[in-house]
């Protein structure tokens, strides 16, 4: 499993040494092309990777209290901020998918690219070390952590507080389409507040259907 020129002088651009070709290969390998091996695994090492990078730099940047920092960590860590940083660093142009998928529009799913910008951290492990892939992770997310993200109350904790506060049953979610295939699915979800009104989202993901329903929910009504 040999890696293109260009892909392996795009992975060394962004910092990361290659040894192994093949693990870099498989990293960027989505389930849809058939092959033995895809990313899966790799994403499952490199979620705990970005997990423990962002805390440990978020500890030692802020003295925040626990759950302040557990909202950032959450944001930083989230699908959608993976997929946005793949997304800037040009991932879609070098995963390997199989043709329906790619027809499918999955090089540009969030889901996708949030999986693989985990699993190159994944590799990177493997390959570097910890410390090395850390300090990729702070040069990536640089922006963000400096950014606002993470700092805003989550879209659903904000409508529960304020159905709570304004004396009103809680929101209720239900999803009320799911389209497209696996790697490029779609979810409408609806959330209602009783005597007050409902409003429906779209996303990627559950969850962040839920988020952005919240939120829209918000926007109208709060």
């Known amino acids: 499993m040999k890696l293109d020129p260009a892909t ?12 192994n070709e093949a693990l870099w290969f498989e990293a960027l390998t989505h389930g849809s092309t058939g092959e033995a091996r895809d990313y899966d695994r790799l994403e499952f090492l490199g979620d705990r990777v970005l997990g423990l990078s962002i805390a ?8 925040a209290n626990e759950g302040t920092l557990a909202q950032r960590l959450n944001a930083l860590v989230s699908g959608q901020t993976c997929a ?16 329906q998928a790619r027809d499918d529009g999955a090089a540009d799913s969030d889901n996708v690219l949030g999986d ?10 493997l390959e570097n070390g910890f410390e ?10 640089a922006d963000a952590v400096d950014g606002h993200v993470g700092h805003a109350k989550p879209p659903k904790s904000a409508l529960q507080e304020w159905a709570a ?3 009103r ?4 979610y239900e999803v009320i389409d799911r389209s497209g295939p ?41």
């Open 8 to 19: 392996r002088d795009w992975l060394e651009s962004l910092g990361f040494a290659i040894t």
């Open 56 to 63: 440990e730099w978020l500890y030692a940047r802020h003295a």
């Open 84 to 99: 946005g940083i793949a997304r800037a660093i040009g991932v879609s142009q070098h995963v390997r998918l199989g043709r």
């Open 116 to 125: 693989i910008m985990e699993a190159l951290l994944g590799a990177g492990l």
């Open 132 to 141: 090395a892939t850390r300090d990729i992770v702070r040069r990536l997310w």
């Open 165 to 167: 506060g304004s004396q």
């Open 169 to 172: 049953k809680p929101p209720q």
């Open 182 to 222: 696996d790697h490029a699915a779609r979810f409408t979800v609806r959330v209602t507040v009783i005597n007050v009104g409902q409003v429906s989202a779209t996303a990627t993901s559950k969850r962040d259907a839920e988020a952005e329903a919240a939120r829209l929910f918000m926007e109208q009504f709060g």
